[in-house]
């Protein structure tokens, strides 16, 4: 399994929208599955792409939120020779903390099954964020969220069925919130502050073992890089 996680950074004005073909056709290349954060417009044009390339593309049905304005941003695209999909579904957090309200944050979970009959659920999330420009202002108030949002992810975890999951996504904070990172070396994945915010945490019993990890910090296309987990 080929697991990467990306925060695109894909929002509704064009400074910073992504160019969506250039980074699908890396990404196809590159793993065999890939947890995405911050898709929040182009949807069809994310699916059309990926499509192109015979992958199949996925983002929650449904993200109740009472204010949300953007959705979740979370999605899932992968190589359906590779994985078959058994169930996928959208959980909303119930702490936010100042903008985040306008968001629908939470976590995306698939459970996917690979040719040999071997299953493993993949939970992508993206934890609050601080917002840069009075970040010391704020920063108390988005610990305490993103603390709260893990404490309710890894409650809902630990009352499931056990089986094998791997938490992945854009946690916003080098804590260890939600377990330990599965990291091979220390590069930053978030360069305008040199932090590590893109993490991978094994949850629970697994026949997963990690062979290698990797920062792809010459890919530019976002605010943070994408990141590169192998498992056997």
């Known amino acids: 399994m080929d697991l990467l996680s990306y925060n695109v950074n894909a929002f509704p004005w064009p400074l910073s929208s992504a160019p969506i073909k250039d980074i699908v056709a890396w990404i196809v290349q590159s793993c065999n599955i890939a947890a995405l954060q911050e898709v929040w417009v182009g949807h069809a044009a994310w699916s059309a792409a990926f499509a192109a390339h015979g992958w199949v593309f996925l983002r929650p049905a449904r993200e109740q939120h009472f204010a949300t304005l953007l ?4 999605a899932f695209a992968w190589c359906p020779k590779r994985w078959s999909l058994q169930e996928a579904r959208f959980y909303p957090f119930l702490s936010h903390s100042g903008l985040d309200i306008m968001l629908a944050r939470g976590w995306f979970q698939a459970e996917i099954l690979d040719p040999n009959g071997r299953s493993v659920r993949i939970v992508n999330t993206h934890l609050q964020a601080d917002l840069d420009v009075i970040k010391q202002l704020t920063i108390r108030y988005s610990d305490i969220a993103r603390k709260q949002q893990a404490r309710q992810l ?8 056990s089986k094998p999951t791997l938490i992945v996504g854009d946690l916003n904070t080098e804590q260890e919130l939600l377990g330990p990172h599965l990291l091979q070396d220390k590069k930053p ?3 305008a502050t040199g932090h590590i ?3 991978c945490i094994r949850f629970g019993p697994h ?3 990690l062979t290698s990890h990797r920062v792809f910090d010459d890919k530019d296309w976002s605010d943070h890089y994408p990141v590169l ?3 056997m």
């Open 197 to 199: 915010f893109d993490h």
């Open 207 to 209: 026949p997963w073992i």
């Open 71 to 74: 959705g979740s941003g979370l």
């Open 154 to 161: 890894l409650t809902y975890l630990q009352r499931q069925q």
């Open 229 to 231: 987990w192998k498992f």
């Open 189 to 191: 994945t978030y360069p």
